[in-house]
C-alpha cells in the first residue's frame, strides 16, 4: 500500500514533498524516490529504505524545480530490489516520471500488449512500470501536449488497465498529472495552498500529507477522475470515463490509513471509533454477563477502536503493551521471519497489567496471525488468567489484489478455517470477529456516505475480476515461499 503525493508550487517543492512522505511512511517501509521537473530535465532520487535513509542533504539539494511528485513503496509485484523503487522514468513522449499505488491484476497481458503492439520494452517486474508504459504510449499517440491530451491518455489507460491504481506523473512541457481507478478503489486526494504568489496544488494518498505542507484538503479525487496542473498553477479536472461502482478498500479504515486522515470524505479516526463501539456490542449480545476485567489494545493501529470497546463493556482501558518506536510496521514487512521477529522487539508487555486478570486484546485486524499468536502467549507468560481476543474486522479469508501483499490465501490464518479452530490455533479462551456488515456500517458511518467497498480480504468478491489463472500465478510469484526462494537465489 503505497504512499504518493505530487506538488505544483511556485517554489521549489522538494523539502515539501520530502515532507508529505515523511508522514506517507506507514503506507510503504520498503523504498523511497522523488522526481521534479527541472526545465527539460526529469530529476530523479530513489533507493531501497525508509525516506530518512533515502534522501540526504546533497540528494535534496539537486531536487531543484516547482513540480514534482513523492512515493514510499510497500511492493505487490516484482521484487523488493531498488530498481523497482518508484517513481519509474520514461523519456518517450516528452519525458515522463510516474509513482503508482495499487496493483494491476491484468499486467500479464498488458505486458505482451505493451511489447507487441506499444514496441515498448519493460524493464522489471514492477506492474507500475507497465502502467506507465501504458500512460506513455497513449499520450504519444495523440498530437499536441496539452491537458486535453492527457485527460485523453488517461482514458486509455483507463480501458486498458485492471486493478486498484492511484497515481500522479510529472509530464515535461505541461506539469502535473493524477487519477484514479474507476471503482476509486484506492485513495487520492486533492489540496490547495493559497499564498502571495497564488494557488498552489498538491494529490496525495491521504489527506494528512497535507497537514505538515500547508495544504487544505478540498475533496477527494473521484473515481475515473483525472486532475492536471499545468507548471503554471492551472487546475484542469476531468471525468476520463463513466465510473464504476465506488468501492474504496475497507482495510484502508481498518489498519493502512492514519487515523488522523479523511478518505472519501471519512474520518478514519472515526471510523475505528465505531467499528470499535460496533464490536463491544457484539461482545455484551454475546456475554451480557462477561467477565472481562481489562481491555488492552495492541499498538498502534487499533488503539482508536480498542478505546470504544472498552467504553461500551465499562471496563479498564489500560496500555498493557509498550510499543519499542524505533520497529517498524511489521505486518508489511517483506519475509514472515522478519515479521515473527520484529513482533516481540516490538511489543512488550507490562506485567501488573496482566497479572491474575481477565483480559480482552484487541486488534484491528487478523491476518497472518503472526501478532496475535505472540500475544496472546506473552499475555499468558505475564500472568493473565483468561485471554480473550478481539479483532475490529472480519476474519481475513481471501488474498488481496489491488495493493496489500496478502497474495496467497495459504499464508492467511482464516482461511478455510471456522473460528473455533482460529481460536484454537491462536490459543486464545475467546476470539471474536467483527461481522462484516458491522465494519461497512462502521465506516459508512450514520450518514452513510458510503455504500459499496471493496471488502474482497473478507467476502472473496473481486469488483473488477481478474485474469483467469491470476489467482494461481500471483501465489508462484508472490508467496513467502517464493519470495525466500527468490532473495537466496
Ligand atoms: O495477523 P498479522 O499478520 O500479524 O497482521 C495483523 C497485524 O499487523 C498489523 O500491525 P502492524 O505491526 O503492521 O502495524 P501497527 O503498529 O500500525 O499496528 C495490524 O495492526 C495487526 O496488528
Ligand atoms: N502497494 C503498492 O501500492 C504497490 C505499488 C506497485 N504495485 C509496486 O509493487 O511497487
Ligand atoms: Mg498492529
Given at each position: 500500500m503505497c504512499g504518493i503525493i505530487g506538488i505544483v508550487g511556485h517554489h521549489d517543492v522538494a523539502a515539501q514533498l520530502y515532507d508529505g512522505l515523511m508522514v506517507l511512511q506507514h503506507r510503504g517501509q520498503d523504498a523511497a524516490g522523488m522526481a521534479i521537473a527541472n526545465g527539460n530535465r526529469l530529476l530523479l532520487h530513489k533507493g531501497n529504505g525508509l525516506v530518512s535513509d533515502v534522501f540526504d542533504d546533497e540528494s535534496m539539494r539537486r531536487l531543484v524545480g516547482h513540480v514534482g511528485i513523492g512515493h514510499c513503496r510497500y511492493p505487490t509485484a516484482?521484487?523488493?530490489?531498488?530498481?523497482?523503487?518508484?517513481?519509474?522514468?520514461?523519456?518517450?513522449?516528452?519525458?515522463?516520471?510516474?509513482?503508482?499505488?495499487?496493483?494491476?491484476?491484468?499486467?500479464?497481458?498488458?505486458?505482451?500488449?505493451?511489447?507487441?503492439?506499444?514496441?515498448r520494452n519493460i524493464n522489471t517486474e514492477s506492474d507500475s512500470e507497465v502502467l506507465l508504459n501504458v500512460f506513455a504510449h497513449e499520450l504519444g499517440s495523440r498530437e499536441a501536449l496539452s491537458p486535453e491530451t492527457a485527460f485523453k491518455a488517461v482514458t486509455g489507460?483507463?480501458?486498458?488497465?485492471?486493478?486498484?491504481?492511484?497515481?500522479?506523473?510529472?509530464?515535461?512541457?505541461?506539469?502535473?498529472?493524477?487519477?484514479?481507478?474507476?471503482?476509486?478503489?484506492?485513495?487520492?486526494?486533492?489540496?490547495?495552498?493559497?499564498?502571495?504568489?497564488?494557488?498552489?496544488?498538491?494529490?496525495?494518498?491521504?489527506?494528512?500529507?497535507?497537514?505538515?505542507?500547508?495544504?487544505?484538503?478540498?475533496r477527494d479525487v473521484l473515481p475515473g477522475e483525472a486532475i492536471v496542473i499545468t507548471a503554471d498553477?492551472?487546475?484542469?479536472?476531468?471525468?476520463?470515463i463513466e465510473p464504476g461502482v465506488h468501492t474504496p478498500c475497507i482495510f484502508e479504515y481498518v489498519y493502512f490509513a492514519r487515523p488522523d486522515s479523511l478518505i472519501d470524505d471519512i474520518s478514519v479516526h472515526k471510523a475505528r471509533m465505531r467499528m470499535g463501539q460496533k464490536l463491544g456490542e457484539k461482545i455484551l449480545r454475546l456475554r451480557p454477563g462477561h467477565d472481562i476485567d481489562t481491555v488492552i489494545p495492541i499498538p498502534d493501529s487499533s488503539r482508536d477502536a480498542a478505546l470504544e470497546v472498552a467504553h461500551v463493556l465499562g471496563v479498564k482501558y489500560r496500555e498493557g503493551f509498550i510499543k519499542n518506536r524505533y520497529v517498524g510496521r511489521t505486518f508489511i514487512m517483506p519475509g514472515q521471519d522478519q515479521r515473527?521477529?520484529?513482533?516481540?522487539?516490538?511489543?512488550n508487555p507490562i506485567p501488573l497489567e496482566f497479572r491474575n486478570r481477565v483480559v480482552l486484546l484487541v486488534d484491528d485486524s487478523i491476518v497472518r496471525g503472526t501478532t496475535s499468536r505472540q500475544i496472546v502467549q506473552m499475555a499468558r507468560d505475564a500472568g493473565a488468567r483468561k485471554v480473550y481476543l478481539a479483532s475490529a474486522a472480519p476474519p481475513v479469508?481471501?488474498?488481496?489484489?489491488?495493493?496489500?501483499?496478502?497474495?496467497?490465501?495459504?499464508?492467511?490464518?482464516?482461511?478455510?478455517?471456522?473460528?473455533?479452530?482460529?481460536e484454537t490455533l491462536l490459543g486464545c479462551d475467546w476470539l471474536i470477529y467483527q461481522d462484516l456488515a458491522d465494519l461497512e456500517e462502521s465506516v459508512s458511518g450514520p450518514k452513510h456516505r458510503l455504500?459499496?467497498?471493496?471488502?474482497?480480504?473478507f467476502n472473496g468478491e473481486y469488483v473488477t475480476g481478474a485474469e483467469a489463472d491470476y489467482f494461481e500465478r500471483v501465489k508462484r510469484l508472490r508467496s513467502d515461499e517464493a519470495k525466500t526462494t527468490r532473495r537466496a537465489s
Open positions: 516484482g521484487s523488493e530490489g531498488d530498481d523497482e523503487a518508484q517513481p519509474f522514468y520514461v523519456n518517450s513522449p516528452y519525458g515522463i516520471a510516474l509513482a503508482h499505488n495499487g496493483n494491476l491484476v491484468n499486467t500479464d497481458a498488458l505486458r505482451s500488449e505493451v511489447f507487441q503492439q506499444d514496441r489507460v483507463y480501458r486498458r488497465c485492471v486493478g486498484g491504481y492511484a497515481v500522479v506523473a510529472t509530464v515535461l512541457g505541461l506539469g502535473l498529472v493524477a487519477f484514479r481507478d474507476p471503482n476509486g478503489i484506492r485513495p487520492l486526494v486533492l489540496g490547495k495552498r493559497t499564498g502571495v504568489a497564488g494557488d498552489e496544488y498538491a494529490v496525495a494518498s491521504e489527506s494528512v500529507a497535507f497537514d505538515l505542507t500547508g495544504f487544505k484538503r478540498v498553477g492551472v487546475l484542469h479536472a476531468r471525468q476520463c515473527v521477529k520484529s513482533v516481540r522487539r516490538k511489543l479469508r481471501y488474498p488481496n489484489i489491488y495493493g496489500i501483499d496478502m497474495p496467497s490465501c495459504e499464508e492467511l490464518i482464516a482461511h478455510g478455517r471456522s473460528e473455533e479452530e482460529i455504500e459499496h467497498f471493496d471488502s474482497s480480504c
